[in-house]
């Protein structure tokens, strides 16, 4: 038998996406949207629904894992937390940057005709309300209903407990971090049916709105093409300067192999090796890249921020609903938390885009909407996702090299 070459899931991604509008086109053409909507979308909602199971277990335990792994940070001083507060700062400039422009032009995402996408904000506005529900009076329930603000505070206990309790904690640890292994394999499963899922999504999508949705699409995907690059020639140029004394334009220049690998990948951690090598013909120092890059890799997704801030405002919009001041600030920190819980995997940002979306009570379903064009949300977001990784490499090895000296 002649051994035939496996294609890659991107481009099964697109060619179901491609069919999938094609289909939708067809519906509508039949004038049959209903069939779309009660034969095809349920296979969409299955795929959803695996992506809402894993979404808690992987937030848990991945963020437990993060907290642990920074135990290290102890060990490295200076250097990690350095690092530590350059990622998190970028970051939150990064979900912020994605807020602003997503509501610049937000006019120019359609809200949606469907009837059954209509969703009321149940949503208490109050800030004192919003601030005491952060905090979890019981374990199980945020876990059983996926309030994620309280997943996370309870991940992060658990994380620093088991770091204080010592030793005392080295079981409950490997439990975690296993459990949080065996999570993200579950997640490549559900992944590898993205084929079929983007189909089932996109097809009722389009029979229902007709093609003028395909045009909100592109402009989201713009808007958030435009906020990697601001993203990246503001924070990133400005910060390698002033703070890493390397200008912009060589700093882009050698992280162009990179970029280009990151760009074709959708996956930091495959790109890790590559981003090695760049940043060390950068200047950056061996021993302070070997730490900050792979720990970037796990934590830091300055790319995967601004994909969600420019998502969340997509997603409401097109359900009508206006966010208010209070959700777009709880954004901002799950957004920021959620990079620590983002896999450097391709795909692992739209898992935990379920997770920004539920903080804030926005509907999950509205991921049917983005998830047909997750792929080249993707490849754009793992640049950025990388780039920041290298800022920071060569920042934190030019201040450490400014101590000794
Ligand atoms: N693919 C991204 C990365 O590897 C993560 C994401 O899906 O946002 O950096």
């Not at 990622?87 to 602003?100: Q, S």
């Not at 990246?232 to 002033?242: G, N």
Request: aromatic content about 8%; charged content about 10%; proline content about 3%.
């Amino acid at each position: 038998m002649n051994e035939k070459k496996k294609m890659s899931l991107a481009v099964q991604i697109f060619i179901g996406l491609g069919l999938g509008i094609l289909a939708g086109l067809i519906f509508l053409a039949m004038g049959r949207a209903d069939w779309a909507v009660s034969y095809v979308k349920p296979f969409g909602t299955i795929f959803l629904n695996l992506i809402k199971f894993i979404v808690v277990p992987i937030v848990l335990c991945s963020i437990i894992a993060g907290v642990i792994s920074m135990q290290d940070i102890r060990k490295v001083g200076s250097i990690g937390w350095k690092t530590v507060v350059y990622y998190m700062m970028t970051t939150a400039c990064a979900v912020l940057i994605g807020l602003v422009f997503a509501n610049l032009f937000k006019g120019m995402f359609q809200v949606l005709q469907t009837t059954d996408l209509s969703y009321e904000v149940s949503q208490s506005t109050n800030f004192m309300d919003t601030l005491v529900n952060i905090f979890p009076s019981n374990i199980i329930q945020p876990l059983a209903s996926a309030t994620m603000l309280q997943v996370i505070v309870i991940a992060l206990f658990f994380g620093f407990g088991i770091i204080l309790a010592g030793e005392k904690g080295d079981p409950l640890a490997k439990v975690i971090i296993s459990l949080a292994d065996v999570s993200m394999v579950i997640m490549d499963l559900i992944l590898k049916l993205s084929p079929i899922g983007v189909f089932c999504l996109i097809t009722p999508v389009v029979a229902e709105n007709g093609p003028k949705i395909l045009g909100s699409l592109a402009m989201v995907l713009l808007t958030a093409y435009i906020c990697y690059a601001v993203h990246a020639i503001v924070v990133y140029s400005s910060t390698v300067k002033a703070l890493g004394g390397l200008s912009p334009a060589a700093f882009f220049k050698g992280m162009a192999p990179a970029m280009i690998m990151a760009f074709s990948s959708a996956s930091s951690v495959g790109t890790l090796p590559l981003n090695l090598e760049c940043v060390e013909k950068l200047g950056a120092k061996k021993d302070v890249a070997s730490f900050v890059l792979p720990l970037g890799a796990t934590i830091n997704m300055d790319g995967t921020a601004i994909y969600q801030g420019v998502c969340a405002v997509f997603i409401a919009t097109c359900y009508g609903i206006d966010l208010t001041m209070a959700q777009m600030l709880t954004i901002v920190l799950t957004a920021t938390l959620a990079s620590i819980g983002t896999a450097g995997v391709p795909g692992s940002g739209m898992i935990m885009l379920a997770m920004v979306l539920q903080s804030v009570g926005l509907p999950v379903e509205g991921i049917a909407l983005v998830a047909g064009v997750d792929r080249i949300f993707d490849m754009g977001r793992t640049v950025v996702n990388i780039t920041g990784d290298a800022a920071c490499s060569i920042i934190v090895s030019k201040m450490e090299e400014k101590k000794t000296y």
